[in-house]
């Protein structure tokens, strides 16, 4: 009866059973997916997020197959990180919480698989906030570690917890392919919707200044004392303008600085968009220019390089 009493202890719900060497193949396989998934989630987010400031997109054919190269290489390194990821936290954050629910002599429940997630968090917020207080960082780098790594944690871990609990390795390996559409699907719908609030103006995306030719006058100047005065009868006077070498690209360089006077005006990009045309001797001549900032802080910039690298050489008001 005492042998019946133990037994019966063993197979107490929740009580997850043993995993064999495919059930652990499904679960790792589940971590990835779930990592991949948050990591997509994450940066269709960042790309959302990032349409109410300042940006750039190419247009054409060239531009479109590199954006399809970016997203299949992105699609790999997600999918590479994933793997990792789900070999090297995931998996012993779930071994850590059937071992340590066996130790403690409780059945390995999922408040106890979140708790020690959150332990694993806050030792990993320790680890990171302490070296950062002792050289001088913030405090903030503390709950903000914890956090990003529960939340991180949390759904990857849940759903390997889930792929061990089941006890048929089909069954574990469709978990594994549910969790990967629902990610991917996730995302989509983020983005999605993300795009469909932008274009109905739900959410405001970012447009540059609205100015005008007389909001135009006056000095502007960069951040090495170089200055641009544009005048009310279309005249401008350049001084030490230009981008430094520092500034510039590698494969195609800005113009150097001039000195010297010229004519600007008011033009219409290809967008139907304000910009700025300037026509100076050694300076960045015709329709290269644009209005950008903000109605605050508005700038005059124009693209060092490829514009895709965000590399701008800017002027604001002095």
């Known amino acids: 009866m005492a042998h019946w009493t133990v037994e019966r202890q063993a197979v107490t719900p929740g009580e997850p059973t043993r995993v064999g060497s495919a059930g ?45 190269i970016a997203l ?8 590479l990180a994933g793997l990792i990821g789900s070999a090297a936290v995931v998996l012993p954050v779930v071994q850590l919480s059937r071992l340590s629910a066996r130790r403690a002599g409780r059945a390995e429940t999922k408040r106890w698989c979140l708790a020690v997630c959150g332990v694993v968090a806050a030792t990993a917020a320790v680890c990171a906030g302490v070296p950062a207080l002792l050289l001088g ?3 903030t780098v503390l709950p903000v570690v914890l956090l990003a790594t529960f939340v991180g944690l949390v759904p990857a871990v849940l759903c390997t917890r889930a792929v061990t609990v089941v006890r048929r390795n089909g069954a574990r390996f469709g978990l594994a392919a549910l969790v990967l559409a629902g990610g991917a699907l996730l995302s989509a719908v983020v983005f999605v919707g993300g795009l469909v609030a932008y274009g109905t103006g739900l959410i405001q995306g970012y447009e540059p200044p609205r100015l005008t030719a007389a909001q135009l006058v006056g000095t502007w100047s960069d951040e090495h004392g170089g200055t641009l005065t544009l005048r009310p009868d279309g005249t401008a006077l350049a001084h030490d303008l230009g981008a430094r070498p520092e500034d510039e690209t590698d494969d195609e360089g800005a113009p150097g600085r001039c000195e010297g006077t010229g004519t600007w005006a008011m033009g219409v990009s290809p967008s139907g968009t304000a910009q700025f045309e300037l026509s100076v001797s050694g300076c960045m001549e015709g329709p290269g220019w644009h209005i950008g900032g903000t109605d605050e802080r508005p700038t005059l910039y124009y693209w060092i390089g490829d514009p895709d690298s965000l590399n701008q050489y800017a002027l604001e008001r002095a």
């Open 72 to 79: 299949v290489a992105a699609s790999v390194m997600l999918a």
């Open 137 to 139: 960082g913030g405090w």
């Open 24 to 68: 652990w193949t499904a679960a790792w396989l589940t971590g990835a997916v779930a990592l991949a998934g948050e990591g997509a989630l994450a940066l269709v987010v960042y790309f959302l997020a990032g349409l109410r400031n300042e940006h750039y997109f190419a247009a054409g054919i060239g531009a479109y197959v590199g954006y399809l």
